[in-house]
């Protein structure tokens, strides 16, 4: 027994190395996770914060899960906030699209942009709007790709909203899509029937430098603004006193 005991301990004594690379392995850190979403407010680059404070749908992404959204609008398009800055022009929130990095002392940025949606409604008896799209670098590497979708809805009273499209063929303008910039202005035409309530569906697609793709908080590729409600009417066409939210 103890001739066994004296040749263990001069194995340790003789590959002490080995034992400590044993030991370190069983005690590694869990390993670093990137993950990308869009939020409400920006991360400070200054500090990590712990994954429990990002959305749900960040969290998800950490934890391999599926999101689910529970909205009324069309395809999981809802409003981001913001207000009417007069009776034709609406303005979303900001919102920012998030690159972080995730690991034992918490998240931090690794690339940030900032979007938001302008809405305006020609008015009187025009029957467009049009839409411009505001996407610049926040924090980390000012490169970035942008994309953007664009469908017309349609607020239907006490039932879920439609597209245009699949509501009534009165010469709205079909989807589009295309690469985009800061900047960029669409001019759709939302069609031509009086006495209802339509708006704009657009869907911001960012790629962050290193080529990964923002998720929105249904769970896809893209962040989807449902933009305020226009009242059409045969003469003042112009946006509702209040809007639907998608939500």
């Known amino acids: 027994m103890t001739a066994a005991m004296t040749a263990s301990a001069a194995i340790t004594a003789a590959f002490p190395a080995e034992v400590t690379s044993a030991a370190a392995t069983s005690a590694a850190p869990p390993k670093t996770q990137q993950v990308a979403y869009f939020a409400d407010r920006p991360l400070s680059p200054a500090k990590a914060v712990p994954a429990s404070v990002l959305p749900a749908e960040a969290r998800a992404q950490l934890a391999g899960k599926s999101v689910t959204p529970n909205i009324a609008t069309p395809r999981g398009y809802r409003l981001r906030e913001g207000g009417l800055k007069t009776a034709y022009i609406y303005q979303s929130a900001y919102v920012w699209a998030i690159e972080a990095s995730c690991g ?37 590497p000012s490169s970035f790709s942008l994309r953007y979708y664009y469908e017309c809805g349609v607020n239907i009273s006490k039932s879920q909203d439609k597209t245009c499209s699949s509501w009534r063929h009165d010469h709205a303008d079909g989807s589009a899509s295309s690469a985009a910039h800061n900047g960029t202005t669409l001019n759709h035409g939302f069609g031509s029937t009086n006495n209802v309530t339509k708006f704009p569906l657009v ?13 929105g908080d249904d769970g896809h590729t893209g962040e989807k603004f449902r933009g305020w409600d226009v009242c059409v009417r045969a003469r003042t066409t112009r946006m509702c006193p209040k809007t639907g939210t998608g939500g």
């Open 104 to 140: 034992a002392n918490g998240c931090k940025p690794v690339q940030q942009v900032k979007l938001h949606l302008k809405e305006n409604a020609v008015g009187k008896t025009s029957k467009r709007w049009t839409l411009t799209l505001y996407a610049g670098p926040w924090s980390g």
């Open 203 to 215: 869907r911001f697609d960012v790629r962050f430098a290193n080529g990964s793709s923002a998720v």
